[in-house]
């Protein structure tokens, strides 16, 4: 395994800068996200009943999850969409980078040249892109993790709508917030208790789901990368995995036509099981298996093959 | 070990185009080889073959008695592709730590007197650098570990005169130092100096292969002769050594594989008026054997 500390290491400083990068821009969409609650906490839980079935769907909201609780609301605006989104889009990035990336220039070859096997370099790349993964993920768990108190989210659901409701007193829509204010309340006894303050284990708990489907995505990147060298074709793929899964699941639980096409979907396990409010599953393990496998089958593959001409 | 280089039947096809065809090589320690041909010819896929980039279709090839595929034979070769490609934001100083801490005889890396040598300015940005700087962070790349085998793909292409200069005094004295060296080009006037052996190689077959004391032999020899009025050159071709006798207006371009006394006795029975070697150019002869080179083989 000679020189993979110098190719991990390598790769990691080619990337720290745009790891800087991901890593505030996905900590500033989740704070400016946490930094709607007080003011929408009351208001979303009426606008969303509204929006009927196929609403709650593209929200995640299927299991009767309460978009007025402080966890509803994490849920709601990031956890269930935008923020594995994110991560999702950094792992296939990363995926795609690992062999794809630099082959299609000649760069990869040129390192190939060197005295290492294109294991060590197919290990290397893919222990620094999850080690990438990690610490954005990490640091943007925090990131929300610290700013919790400053949007009372870590305060249980009828202290913080109420303070809601009474700091928007000025808002123009203040007379339908002000009906809505009781309905977390009463609706509570049937959500999974989750109308008490978001916790750190809650923050571990959403964050980690999130890393792991993010993760399962990248191994598919760097499998289809590695298999065929063409960067273009593991990104296109490998997005429309993501994207195509999320289409196909919401549709699917708007219409229920395609249901038994969506067990492909990362989002029917991601969105189903809903660890941010439901706690960690053993299920968890999946993703982590599926770019396992990914990254099995992507380094057999390419060391079978032809590097591409670049 | 006999060869550091050996090929058998060494052939390469991607669908219906066959880029490498029944290549036959065989490159002795300490021997400079050039291998010649035009843009797409099948140069680089052999010199990519012989590093296991990308795996024959047939044949067999030993490189340093392994193969490619083997870090430890690829420890032992220098590498210069036809064109460096390092991450956008790679200085040279960067690219020599980085490509020298993954060499396994790192400790006896020396890049200072190549960095002087070809003026290289280490600090400055990979995706700042012009063709030729490029070149020249991927000569000392190559160089930096005195590697027993150089495997160099165009490797002056870029490269203004003084530095192609530079490089090619450079390859003498690794040559003189006992490295053997593997290396293509499509201009035979840049492989003159340094070369002992010329491989010319067409669609992807070795067309022809000799010596440079061979191919120094057919450039010279060639003598223009003028005479007052013009000459059936029919009367210098029966001459005993003459080759080839054109006409040129008033004078004769013969050319002679062997001594000229005699043609030069029937030169003056025929009134010549002034005698002129010339020097043949290597890259009309490549040119000359090269198109010669499809139908012969």
Redo the contacts between chains.
């Keep these: 395994m000679s020189g993979f500390w110098t190719i991990y290491s390598r790769w990691f400083r080619d990337r720290l800068r745009s790891t800087i990068f991901w890593t505030v821009g996905i900590a500033l969409v989740v704070v400016a996200s946490a930094a709607f609650y007080p003011s929408l906490s009351g208001a979303s839980g009426g606008g969303l009943d509204s929006g009927g079935a196929a609403m709650s769907s593209l929200l995640g909201l299927s299991q009767g999850i309460d978009p007025g609780s402080p966890l509803g609301f994490l849920w709601i605006s990031l956890y269930a969409n935008i923020y594995p989104w994110m991560l999702m889009a950094l792992g296939v990035a990363l995926g795609v980078a690992a062999i794809a990336g630099d082959e299609e220039t000649g760069a990869l070859e040129y390192l190939l040249a060197k005295p290492v096997t294109r294991t060590t370099v197919a290990l290397a790349r893919m222990a620094c892109a999850v080690t990438i993964l990690f610490v954005v993920s990490a640091l943007s768990g925090l990131s929300l993790l610290v700013t919790l108190p400053l949007f009372d989210l870590d305060e249980p659901a009828s202290t913080t709508t109420a303070a809601g409701a009474s700091a928007s007193t000025t808002a123009p829509d203040t007379a339908t917030a002000v009906p809505t204010t009781t309905a977390p309340a009463t609706t509570t006894p049937a959500t999974t208790g989750a109308t008490e303050g978001v916790t750190a284990v809650d923050i571990f708990n959403g964050t980690f789901s999130s890393f792991a489907v993010a993760l399962g995505l990248a191994g598919i990147a760097f499998a289809l990368g590695a298999a065929t060298g063409q960067k273009g074709l593991a990104l296109g793929v490998a997005s429309a995995f993501g994207i195509g899964g999320y289409v196909l699941y919401t549709l699917s639980n708007m219409t229920g036509s395609l249901e038994p096409l969506t067990w492909i979907s990362p989002w029917r396990w991601y969105v189903d099981d809903a660890m941010l409010i439901n706690g960690l599953a053993w299920d968890v393990a999946l993703p982590f298996l599926g770019a396992l496998v990914g990254f099995v089958a992507g380094w057999l593959l390419f060391l079978r093959r032809d590097l591409q001409n670049p | 070990m006999d060869v550091v280089i050996q090929t058998e039947g060494l052939t390469k096809r991607w669908g219906a185009l066959t880029a490498v065809d029944h290549l036959d090589l065989q490159i002795a320690p300490g021997e400079c080889y050039a291998f010649l041909g035009r843009n797409g010819a099948g140069k680089s896929t052999t010199a ?1 073959m012989l ?5 024959p279709t047939e044949g067999t090839m030993r490189v340093l008695g392994g193969t490619g595929s083997d ?2 034979v ?2 032992r ?1 220098g ?1 210069l ?1 036809g ?5 956008r ?2 200085t040279g100083a960067d690219a020599i730590a ?2 020298g ?4 005889r790192r400790r006896a890396i020396d890049p200072e007197p190549l960095i002087e040598r070809f003026g290289l300015q280490p600090h400055r940005p990979f995706r700042e650098l012009s063709t030729g700087n490029r070149r020249k962070v991927g000569l000392v790349l190559a160089f930096m570990a005195n590697p027993e085998l150089l495997i160099l793909d165009e490797p002056t292409s870029g490269l203004d005169p003084l530095l192609q200069e530079a490089f090619r005094d450079l390859l003498a004295e690794r040559k003189a130092a006992g490295a053997t060296i593997w290396l293509t080009s499509h201009v035979m006037a840049e492989v003159e100096r340094v070369a002992d052996r010329v491989g010319l190689v067409r669609d992807g077959k070795l067309a022809r292969e000799l010596t440079m004391a061979e191919l120094r032999h057919q450039a010279t020899g060639q003598i223009r002769l003028s005479f007052p009025a013009p000459v059936d050159p029919h009367e210098l071709r029966t001459v005993a050594h003459v080759t080839r006798a054109e006409a040129e207006a008033r004078d004769v371009v013969v050319a002679v594989d062997g001594p000229v006394t005699d043609l030069l006795e029937r030169a003056a029975e025929l009134g010549v008026t002034g005698i002129e070697t010339e020097q043949r150019d290597l890259d009309d002869i490549f040119l000359e054997m090269y198109e010669a080179g499809g139908t012969s083989t």
């Design positions: 990519r590093l296991d980039f990308i795996r870090p430890a690829r420890a070769i590498y592709p064109d460096l490609n390092l991450p934001a790679m980085y490509f801490g993954l060499e396994q």
